[in-house]
């Protein structure tokens, strides 16, 4: 009995609402920008002096009310998994190799990093 409490316990802990989509843009941005910044990210994203800053303004994830749209939510999601791979800690450099993966695996999550946000609408979450 003491076991099958303590699995409710902790199944209820790991539950609460997902992450607001501008939370989980800011999470994926934050991990491709720690230094040393990957040269696919570089390369192929081209962020200026401040990677982190760029990319947030760049794709308006920095709005609070930001909503994915093109990729959505669960592909954005999908392609995230391999910064993970690294750790769970949002400071966790993530493998270059992994990046790479990321790049080469989900051509619409770097177009959409890519794509400048349009001033009207600050909660395109694409282009």
Same mark, same amino acid.
């Given at each position: 009995?003491k =076991?099958? #409490? &303590? &699995?409710?316990?902790?199944a209820?802990?790991c539950t609460?609402p997902p992450a607001?989509?501008a939370?989980?843009?800011?999470d994926?941005?934050? =991990?491709?920008?720690?230094a040393p910044?990957c040269?696919t990210?570089?390369? @192929? &994203?081209?962020?200026?002096? %401040?990677?982190?800053?760029?990319l947030l303004?760049r794709?308006?994830c920095?709005?609070? %009310?930001?909503?994915? #749209? #093109?990729? %959505?939510r669960?592909?954005?999601?999908?392609c995230?998994?391999?910064?993970?791979?690294?750790g !769970?800690s949002?400071?966790?450099a993530?493998?270059c190799d992994?990046?790479q993966d990321?790049?080469?695996?989900?051509? %619409?999550?770097?177009?959409f990093?890519? @794509?400048?946000?349009?001033?009207? !609408?600050p909660t395109?979450?694409?282009?």
């Open positions: 009995m =076991r099958w #409490t &303590l &699995l409710v316990a902790l209820a802990a609460g607001p989509d939370a989980v843009c800011e994926f941005i934050h =991990r491709i920008c720690i910044i040269d990210v570089n390369s @192929t &994203l081209n962020p200026g002096a %401040d990677c982190e800053q760029d303004a794709t308006g920095s709005n609070p %009310d930001f909503q994915f #749209t #093109t990729p %959505d669960a592909r954005f999601l999908s995230r998994l391999p910064l993970l791979r690294s !769970s949002r400071d966790s993530p493998n992994d990046v990321i790049f080469n695996n989900c051509g %619409d999550l770097v177009i990093f890519q @794509t400048q946000v349009d001033a009207g !609408s395109d979450g694409g282009p």
